[in-house]
């Protein structure tokens, strides 16, 4: 059935909606899911570690929990030689990629950050350099591209303008949004882009415009996990997105987007203990393991109960090679570029 519906390459929005709605249909999904992943990947797993810079933003995002007006979070940030230490434990660790996220903070300006790139890319040539910052001038994510970054992460949360509208307060946009993942492209990125399942008001349809944007874009990377709610948020008492319809969505964007980059995310985890290991039967080749200082970890805290916050960066990376290898697959040290990638010129 799975088969007949991706018979042609491009599947309709009747076809798709069917694919999110059958429970019936989920193992015949997920295998083929595994079999055009295993054909482009082998059963090789990119690890990406995790540093997460500060949790100052200037954001208000209904969702999440270190929007600006949340009083309860305990605020900090990174400093450049933290930020150096995680590499130096990382890079010791068989890490290739070092992923720097976090919330938009006005403290990371230009100079600091470029700084920091270009201080990570002198120490470690071989590694990629990921971004994760939020949305910034092209200007801004030029200057980050020339000082050494290779991959932006800016999942575009949804694709429709009315849920956006759900889910953010006024002085953000879904355009800005949409128009910053194409400046990013177009400078060079690997780009990331994605969004969360069951996020409050999320219909079938706007999962479809979600895929049907990813479609336009076609980034590198897609990365997508539960929506969950954080008790200090005004969406404390909203349900959670399943894992379910998780797995569903991972294994309907491995059919489509075959050579993507999809990682098992700690949000998925986070909802069972072996969320991580069944998306990555279900399509995902990522796992992004937390680098942070320890002390900092749990002050990240973006939703409620998130895994692997008492854990040093060692723990974190052998446990997940036990698990990975559980599941099938193998942690591999290689940058992991996408399929195809020619490198940075
Ligand atoms: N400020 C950066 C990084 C955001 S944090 C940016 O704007 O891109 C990374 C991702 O965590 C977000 O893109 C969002 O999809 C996810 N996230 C935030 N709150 C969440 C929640 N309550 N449940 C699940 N995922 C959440």
Redesign the pocket.
């Known amino acids: 059935m799975v088969d007949k519906l991706f018979k042609e390459a491009d599947l309709g929005d009747e076809e798709l909606k069917r694919l999110i709605k059958t429970a019936e249909l989920d193992q015949e999904l997920f295998c083929r899911a595994d079999e055009v992943r295993r054909r482009n990947y082998g059963t090789d797993v990119y690890i990406r570690g995790l540093i997460e810079l500060t949790n100052y933003?200037k954001n208000d995002c209904y969702?999440?929990?270190i929007r600006r007006s949340n009083r309860q979070a305990d605020r900090y940030r990174l400093t450049k030689e933290q930020i150096l230490s995680c590499c130096e434990q990382g890079y010791r660790l068989g890490f290739r990629t070092f992923v720097l996220?976090?919330?938009?903070d006005g403290y990371y300006t230009d100079e600091r950050m470029c700084d920091i790139v270009s201080e990570i890319r002198c120490r470690y040539p071989d590694c990629a350099i990921t971004l994760?910052?939020?949305e910034r001038s092209r200007e801004s994510y030029q200057r980050l591209y020339d000082a050494g970054a290779d991959r932006y992460?800016?999942?575009h949360?949804t694709a429709d303008e009315e849920h956006y509208r759900r889910l953010h307060p006024e002085s953000m946009s879904l355009i800005e949004r949409k128009r910053c993942l194409w400046n990013l492209k177009e400078i060079g990125y690997q780009v990331g882009a994605g969004f969360?399942v069951g996020s409050p008001g999320q219909t079938t349809e706007n999962l479809i415009e979600d895929l049907r944007f990813l479609q336009e874009l076609r980034p590198a990377m897609i990365g997508i996990?539960?929506?969950?709610?954080?008790k200090d948020t005004p969406f404390r008492k909203e349900t959670g997105g399943t894992l379910e319809l998780t797995l569903r969505m991972v294994a309907i964007l491995r059919l489509m987007f075959p050579c993507a980059l999809i990682p098992a995310t700690t949000?998925l985890g986070t909802i069972h203990p072996q969320g991580r290991e069944l998306g990555l039967k279900a399509g995902a080749n990522v796992v992004m393991p937390n680098l942070s200082p320890e002390n900092v970890r749990k002050l990240y805290e973006?939703?409620d109960n998130k895994i692997c916050t008492g854990e040093e960066a060692a723990e974190c990376r052998s446990c997940l090679e036990n698990r990975v290898r559980t599941a099938g697959y193998q942690i591999v040290t290689a940058r992991g570029d996408v399929a195809g990638f020619a490198g940075k010129s």
């Not at 996990?225 to 954080?230: K, L, M, R």
């Open positions: 933003c969702y999440c929990g996220q976090g919330g938009e994760s910052l939020g992460l800016l999942r949360e969360m996990g539960p929506f969950i709610p954080h949000a973006l939703y």
